[in-house]
């Protein structure tokens, strides 16, 4: 059975910093793409960050640049998203996703697997 696990969300006031972790059992997902996205209340799930399998290609969502950063460690079977400077927009459940593809996707639709998300907030 495979699972994605993601942790460490939380409240976190404006200007804060979280650290949210995505494990992954089940497979062995070294040879996957990840990625990070959000959903909102009442707005679609949209795109955050996206690392290769070798972790060389690093892609973000222009509202999250500078402020975020995607890692992996692929001995884990773990990626991680480091956030700074949080604001309160930024506040939404937070997926990992695991794709066997290559390249970097940025789609929803190109993901095959999914965590059940963590929720982040952000209070001002």
């Known amino acids: 059975q495979v699972q994605l696990v993601e942790s460490g969300g939380g409240l976190v006031q404006a200007g804060g910093s979280l650290r949210l972790s995505c494990e992954a059992s089940?497979?062995?997902?070294?040879?996957?793409?990840k990625a990070w996205f959000r959903q909102a209340p009442g707005k679609e799930r949209e795109f955050v960050a996206a690392i290769s399998w070798s972790g060389g290609g690093l892609y973000y969502a222009d509202s999250v640049k500078g402020r975020f950063t995607i890692s992996r460690d692929n001995a884990k079977n773990t990626v991680y998203l480091q956030m700074n400077s949080l604001k309160p927009e930024d506040t939404a459940v937070y997926y990992c996703?695991?794709?066997?593809?290559?390249?970097?996707?940025?789609?929803?639709?190109?993901?095959?697997?999914w965590g059940q998300g963590t929720q982040v907030t952000v209070s001002s």
């Open positions: 089940g497979r062995t997902f070294r040879s996957y793409a």
């Open positions: 996703a695991a794709a066997q593809i290559s390249g970097v996707p940025m789609a929803v639709g190109e993901y095959d697997y």
